[in-house]
């Protein structure tokens, strides 16, 4: 299995970006997939998940910048990010669940994981 993140950059507040994880080596429309994020010295947070039948879940943070979609035909989930702000600095991670966990906002919850990728937003 195997998750590839891309999107990231480097941004102003108020910029926005879209975040993309082309999954491969599972049956992805089987899959809760999530996303999370760490801010360095940080631990790693819950920002969204869209399951696999497409409903999605946010965190407090990001609930109207943030929108999770799926694109099962290309097996690949996004992340749009609207309204950055210095806060959204962090590496984002994609991650699949194939339990399809009612605790999806808990990192240990997920089965697989991607390399993550930087999004860094300037003030």
């Known amino acids: 299995v195997q998750l590839q993140a891309s999107g990231g950059g480097l941004v102003q507040a108020g910029d926005s970006l879209r975040l993309s994880c082309a999954a491969s080596g599972l049956s992805f429309s089987r899959y809760n997939m999530g996303w999370f994020r760490q801010a360095p010295g940080k631990a790693r947070e819950f920002v969204g998940v869209?399951?696999?039948?497409?409903?999605?879940r946010y965190a407090d943070s990001v609930k109207g910048r943030f929108t999770i979609s799926r694109d099962n035909a290309k097996n690949t989930v996004y992340l749009q990010m609207n309204s950055l702000r210095p806060e959204d600095t962090a590496v984002y991670y994609c991650a699949a669940d194939g339990g399809r966990s009612v605790r999806w906002f808990l990192s240990a919850e997920y089965d697989y994981w991607g390399q993550g990728t930087q999004v860094t937003v300037s003030s």
């Open positions: 869209v399951w696999s039948g497409g409903n999605t």
